[in-house]
């Protein structure tokens, strides 16, 4: 094999998200002669993310002045708040906790905003690859992170070279930048190789999924904010839904569930569903049309499961070092500023050495500490989780304890352990299965390119995994990606990867981390609309 193309740049940023554009636009603000490049997996700028999203406007305030005056094309003025306990047939309105006051906010779609960022960059001289996928990094002799390795393109299933095939080439920088977002393959290897989580508490995830539904007139209050927490959800199982009021007569549906849930049987899949069939839901829905869906993994450790956020050559930013604020249900803003300060930071030295001590001296980890047992208060049980939400929101977070987090795939009971209940209902509304819901996320895998969802002990799913805890990769993917087979040549797990819309749940959830997600050919994935 020839040896590869090199381009060279200052910096290159992974991941054309909130943080990783915020980084490239700071940069060229304060130091326009640095040369600049942002990598995308995505065939297009925003086609693989998806949030919720409410947006705090101040870091876009800082990063680009006069925006308001031509925002993102989905961006509505935020309205009332709303937050409900749900029973099976009803709900009670409860008390909108602080963190959840969105008076001066905005509802966005974030691909879009996303998609309306990347020409501001581009304006400013940053250069955007889409389509690009970093496969790896790039290291120098030292062991130091030198840029990162693009993956090759047009190689088939068996990894033989096909008439398409292309070559991958390097790209190096002084500072490499991971933006990621949730479980960005190369941030868990980075994490891993330079021991960058040995003095924070594992990681702790959940799993979001959104649809965007078209509705009758009549029924969207533009601006309105529904939070729900209870059913579907047994009080064991930490969760709950947002209902978001757009424009044009549409609205933002979601779903979360911790991955910590103890059942291995557990779909969060059907949940949702279920929550969709709830008398508030059905009325709301009812001759609706869904437009499009996803699902996306996002962080929930906070401030204890922080990792060290810098390495030789190379830094963490956003969702890839876990910044988001769960109580608030928000980490856009905190991308946002995080990518900001590291422009800041390496416009001045242009060095990833100190910017640990930054962030952690910053605003941005400071806020995840005033709220940092709020989330891991829930792992007794709801009624317990709502108390000590209640008293970390009056004390200021002040109080002289930190609850610990736990990594979410130990934390299944087996199959010949207590059973659950989750009282459901027979269901009706679209989609009825996961592939129906594949369909409306627009993902696109050549068929024919190597698989990118890898069992690395596959002997392990059905001498221990079944009999333990009943493969619970065919139920926690929410693209029905795993599949059990049996016939002539005995029991397999069966990858149907051109379904994964890239949410990396089975990279974290797996009980014995035996599936290792790795990022498929460039350009390859879900291809989101306005999620």
């Known amino acids: 094999m020839s040896e590869r193309e090199i381009m060279e740049y200052d910096v290159v940023v992974v991941g054309a998200g909130p943080a990783g554009l915020a980084c490239a636009i700071r940069l060229k603000q304060l130091k326009n002669d640095l040369n600049v ?6 065939s ?27 925002p993102p094309p989905i961006c509505v003025p ?42 501001r960059a581009e304006a400013l001289g940053v250069d955007l690859f889409p389509g690009f996928a970093a496969a790896d990094l790039a290291y120098d002799d030292a062991g130091a992170v030198k840029g990162v390795i693009i993956g090759d393109m047009g190689v088939d299933r068996q990894g033989n070279e096909k008439d398409s095939y292309v070559q991958g080439i ?47 007139e009549g029924r969207v209050e533009p601006g309105r904010i529904q939070h729900t927490v209870g059913w579907p959800l047994p009080k064991s199982i930490y969760g709950g839904s947002f209902v978001y009021h757009l424009d044009k007569n549409r ?23 279920q929550f969709k069939h709830h008398p508030m839901m059905r009325e709301l829905l009812d001759g609706g049309e869904i437009l499009s869906a996803g699902a996306r993994a996002l962080v929930e450790g906070g401030y204890q499961s922080l990792p060290k956020v810098e390495m030789p050559g190379a830094i963490l930013i956003g969702d890839s070092a876990g910044l988001l604020n769960v109580p608030k249900i928000k980490g856009t803003h905190q991308a946002l500023k995080s990518g900001m300060l590291a422009a ?46 209640a008293i970390e929101t009056v004390t200021g977070g002040r109080l002289p304890r930190t609850l610990s987090n736990h990594a979410d795939h130990e934390q299944y009971r087996r199959l010949d352990q207590e059973g659950f209940d989750y009282d459901w209902v027979d269901r009706e509304l679209p989609p009825r299965d996961r592939l129906a819901s594949v369909y409306f996320a627009a993902t696109a895998h050549d068929e024919d390119q190597p698989i990118h969802l890898k069992i690395v002990e596959p002997d392990v799913c059905f001498t221990k995994c079944e009999e333990e805890y009943g493969n619970p990769c065919t139920r926690f993917c929410p693209a029905n990606v795993y599949e059990k087979v049996e016939d002539e040549a005995g029991k397999r797990i069966q990858i149907n990867a051109a ?29 989101y609309t306005n999620l």
Not at 37 to 42: F, G, L, Q, T
Not at 258 to 263: M, Q, R
């Open 37 to 42: 490049c942002v990598i995308e997996k995505a």
């Open 44 to 70: 297009e700028i925003g086609a693989h993310i998806l949030s919720g999203a409410v947006i705090e406007p101040e870091p876009l305030d800082q990063l680009l002045e006069g925006w308001r005056d031509d």
């Open 78 to 119: 935020a309205g009332t708040d709303e937050f409900l306990l749900l029973s099976k047939s009803g709900k009670r309105k409860l008390p909108t906790p602080p963190q959840q006051n969105n008076h001066g906010n905005f509802i966005v779609s974030l691909g879009a905003m996303c998609a309306w960022l990347a020409p």
């Open 170 to 216: 390097e790209i190096h920088a002084a500072v490499t930048v991971l933006g990621e977002g949730c479980r960005g393959h190369l941030s868990k290897r980075a994490i891993s190789k330079y021991k960058l989580d040995a003095d924070c508490d594992p990681q702790t995830y959940g799993i979001g999924m959104k649809e965007l539904w078209q509705l009758p």
């Open 251 to 273: 609205i933002a549906l979601g779903f979360v569930c911790g991955l910590d849930y103890k059942d291995p049987n557990f779909s969060p899949f059907e949940a949702f569903q």
């Open 344 to 389: 800041e930071h390496l416009a001045g030295k242009l060095a990833a050495d100190g910017f640990d001590k930054r962030l952690r001296d910053s605003d941005i980890v400071a806020e995840l500490k005033k709220v940092r047992n709020i989330r891991p208060g829930f792992n007794k049980g709801f009624w317990r989780g709502m108390t000590t939400a």
């Open 499 to 527: 379904n994964c819309v890239h949410c990396k749940t089975c990279d974290i959830a797996d009980p014995y981390q035996v599936i290792n997600w790795v990022t498929p050919e460039g350009g390859s994935g879900p291809n």
